[in-house]
């Protein structure tokens, strides 16, 4: 750690554009050495938050009149202050998570191309406004001159994710899709990267000067302890919730913002198991491609992305154990590894232990052994069909490099499994062409169960355009009609306006007929 590095970190809030708070509460944490840093946070108290909560509601009343150009020179801003502050924020990401400098620059850089892309959205919106032209002549009852808009719905709190310090994190996708919406933002910074928020937060803050924007249109507070996340949804002046983490927390903070006296939307993106789905031509084809291009998948990040493939649905025979000699080959040279905190680690073990006791579940294959009790290793089981149905263990994501390969007899015990299925995220259906276009019952099936339908590539790497879902049926997200990844994200943090009869000197630009985006009915 530098010198320079241990100077940039505060440890404090930002709120109403100042630094506040005594940092003296909880540390950063390296979770490769198993050891606190040097870097102390402080935990946001009720009156933090309270000071967050007015400031982000002053500050909407100022940033809901910005035009979209302004808000998009505002998220390049963004962009280009990280930028510049690339190194310092990647080492200091490198400390507080163990994941590789690689992983990290090009994290940073999926964070910037996120901002760069709503700004872009902003200049030249996808979707045209609806215009109903008045008709003073219809009878029996004239027609009124109805114009669609769209305005921000308020304050947005986010969750900063635990496992990607950026790209879903401080200045992620949640608070660019609300920035670019015209909503002001208040982060919870996530304590597994305290540091790293605190960075990032910088260089919004310095955007935010260079753009003139007003103060408490974003902030930052920090915290270790489930009061400062309960009392940040409750507050009355924030009007939706971004989320990435866990379904636990994930459901506890959202039955809050259901229960609130005005309930709010929560937008939680909640886990998945990704289910690859093996047929049996192509099986056959490619058993140890296919094999070893699930281990590389499951072992991105350790395990720790959110569409790491963790479940496995093939038909017994001989391809399939050509299948498993490779995953056996490639999973036991694999190394123990640190997980992004001790906590996660423990609830990784505690999960695979569970599924080892069980007699109706057989190995496959583990890594190396852990030399210290915060590394984890990779494991794979195999179970039939018949027991994975009849278990919701079996079922529940487990976050981490494990995966579990169910084993059918039938065709038909395939598409069981697919009609069975929790939401999810992503699926993948590998298979030929001449196998897929026999398959439409379970492609089907599969469809309704997921946000994203992969065809033979594995789900791990989510891209950042316009035509991206990364949402799903619950329990991968807590509302299937959304995404919180790419241009579509900001609908998210809007809702729908109807004007009508209003003199067009007065409406917004969008909505005026001058305007090629206005389609006229």
């Given at each position: 750690?530098?010198?320079?590095?241990?100077?940039?970190?505060?440890?404090?809030?930002?709120?109403?554009?100042?630094?506040?708070?005594?940092?003296?509460?909880?540390?950063?944490?390296?979770?490769?050495?198993?050891?606190?840093?040097?870097?102390?946070?402080?935990?946001?108290?009720?009156?933090?938050?309270?000071?967050?909560?007015?400031?982000?509601?002053?500050?909407?009343?100022?940033?809901?009149?910005?035009?979209?150009?302004?808000?998009?020179?505002?998220?390049?801003?963004?962009?280009?202050?990280?930028?510049?502050?690339?190194?310092?924020?990647?080492?200091?990401?490198?400390?507080?998570?163990?994941?590789?400098?690689?992983?990290?620059?090009?994290?940073?850089?999926?964070?910037?191309?996120?901002?760069?892309?709503?700004?872009?959205?902003?200049?030249?919106?996808?979707?045209?406004?609806?215009?109903?032209?008045?008709?003073?002549?219809?009878?029996?009852?004239?027609?009124?001159?109805?114009?669609?808009?769209?305005?921000?719905?308020?304050?947005?709190?986010?969750?900063?994710?635990?496992?990607?310090?950026?790209?879903?994190?401080?200045?992620?996708?949640?608070?660019?899709?609300?920035?670019?919406?015209?909503?002001?933002?208040?982060?919870?910074?996530?304590?597994?990267?305290?540091?790293?928020?605190?960075?990032?937060?910088?260089?919004?803050?310095?955007?935010?000067?260079?753009?003139?924007?007003?103060?408490?249109?974003?902030?930052?507070?920090?915290?270790?302890?489930?009061?400062?996340?309960?009392?940040?949804?409750?507050?009355?002046?924030?009007?939706?919730?971004?989320?990435?983490?866990?379904?636990?927390?994930?459901?506890?903070?959202?039955?809050?913002?259901?229960?609130?006296?005005?309930?709010?939307?929560?937008?939680?993106?909640?886990?998945?198991?990704?289910?690859?789905?093996?047929?049996?031509?192509?099986?056959?084809?490619?058993?140890?491609?296919?094999?070893?291009?699930?281990?590389?998948?499951?072992?991105?990040?350790?395990?720790?992305?959110?569409?790491?493939?963790?479940?496995?649905?093939?038909?017994?025979?001989?391809?399939?154990?050509?299948?498993?000699?490779?995953?056996?080959?490639d999973i036991s040279t694999l190394p123990a590894a640190a997980m992004l905190t001790p906590g996660i680690a423990s609830t990784y073990q505690a999960q695979?232990?569970?599924?080892?006791?069980?007699?109706?579940?057989?190995?496959?294959?583990?890594?190396?052994?852990?030399?210290?009790?915060?590394?984890?290793?990779?494991?794979?089981?195999?179970?039939?069909?018949?027991?994975?149905?009849?278990?919701?263990?079996?079922?529940?994501?487990?976050?981490?490099?494990?995966?579990?390969?169910?084993?059918?007899?039938?065709?038909?015990?395939?598409?069981?499994?697919?009609?069975?299925?929790?939401?999810?995220?992503?699926?993948?259906?590998?298979?030929?062409?001449?196998?897929?276009?026999?398959?439409?019952?379970?492609?089907?099936?599969?469809?309704?169960?997921?946000?994203?339908?992969?065809?033979?590539?594995?789900?791990?790497?989510?891209?950042?355009?316009?035509?991206?879902?990364?949402?799903?049926?619950?329990?991968?997200?807590?509302?299937?009609?959304?995404?919180?990844?790419?241009?579509?994200?900001?609908?998210?943090?809007?809702?729908?306006?109807?004007?009508?009869?209003?003199?067009?000197?007065?409406?917004?630009?969008?909505?005026?007929?001058?305007?090629?985006?206005?389609?006229?009915?």
């Amino acid at each position: 750690m530098t010198k320079t590095m241990k100077t940039q970190i505060s440890g404090k809030h930002y709120i109403q554009g100042e630094w506040a708070g005594e940092a003296a509460s909880f540390s950063s944490f390296n979770p490769v050495d198993n050891t606190p840093l040097d870097w102390q946070f402080a935990n946001a108290t009720n009156q933090d938050i309270t000071a967050a909560a007015k400031a982000a509601k002053h500050a909407f009343t100022q940033y809901r009149s910005t035009t979209p150009a302004q808000r998009a020179a505002f998220l390049e801003a963004i962009a280009d202050a990280i930028q510049a502050d690339i190194e310092v924020i990647t080492a200091t990401a490198h400390l507080e998570t163990g994941l590789p400098m690689a992983r990290l620059q090009g994290e940073t850089g999926r964070t910037c191309g996120q901002l760069r892309l709503f700004a872009s959205t902003l200049r030249a919106p996808l979707d045209p406004k609806l215009v109903d032209l008045a008709n003073p002549e219809r009878t029996p009852l004239p027609k009124a001159d109805t114009r669609l808009g769209v305005l921000p719905l308020g304050p947005v709190a986010v969750f900063g994710a635990s496992n990607f310090p950026l790209a879903f994190s401080t200045a992620g996708g949640d608070t660019a899709s609300a920035l670019a919406a015209g909503c002001s933002v208040i982060v919870k910074g996530h304590p597994a990267h305290a540091a790293t928020s605190e960075l990032v937060t910088r260089a919004i803050e310095t955007a935010s000067k260079r753009c003139n924007m007003p103060a408490g249109v974003f902030s930052l507070i920090q915290g270790n302890t489930p009061q400062v996340s309960t009392q940040l949804v409750n507050q009355s002046e924030i009007k939706a919730v971004g989320f990435t983490g866990s379904l636990r927390v994930g459901r506890i903070l959202a039955d809050l913002c259901a229960a609130r006296a005005e309930p709010i939307p929560f937008y939680g993106e909640l886990g998945s198991t990704n289910p690859q789905f093996l047929l049996p031509q192509l099986l056959s084809e490619q058993a140890e491609q296919l094999a070893s291009t699930q281990v590389q998948s499951m072992l991105m990040g350790h395990g720790q992305f959110c569409t790491s493939p963790g479940i496995i649905v093939a038909q017994t025979g001989e391809a399939l154990n050509r299948y498993i000699a490779t995953m056996t080959e490639d999973i036991s040279t694999l190394p123990a590894a640190a997980m992004l905190t001790p906590g996660i680690a423990s609830t990784y073990q505690a999960q695979v232990d569970a599924l080892l006791k069980d007699t109706q579940v057989n190995l496959i294959a583990q890594g190396q052994a852990a030399s210290a009790s915060h590394q984890t290793r990779p494991t794979a089981i195999r179970v039939s069909a018949s027991t994975y149905l009849a278990s919701k263990e079996l079922q529940q994501e487990v976050f981490g490099p494990c995966a579990i390969l169910v084993e059918c007899d039938t065709q038909e015990q395939m598409l069981q499994i697919a009609e069975e299925l929790e939401g999810q995220l992503t699926a993948t259906i590998h298979g030929s062409e001449t196998e897929l276009t026999k398959q439409r019952d379970l492609i089907e099936a599969v469809a309704y169960h997921v946000g994203r339908l992969i065809f033979n590539q594995m789900p791990t790497g989510v891209e950042v355009c316009h035509s991206m879902n990364h949402g799903g049926p619950y329990p991968a997200s807590t509302d299937s009609r959304s995404t919180s990844v790419g241009s579509q994200a900001m609908k998210r943090f809007e809702r729908p306006i109807c004007y009508q009869n209003m003199p067009e000197s007065i409406l917004p630009d969008e909505l005026k007929l001058t305007d090629p985006k206005v389609m006229t009915f």
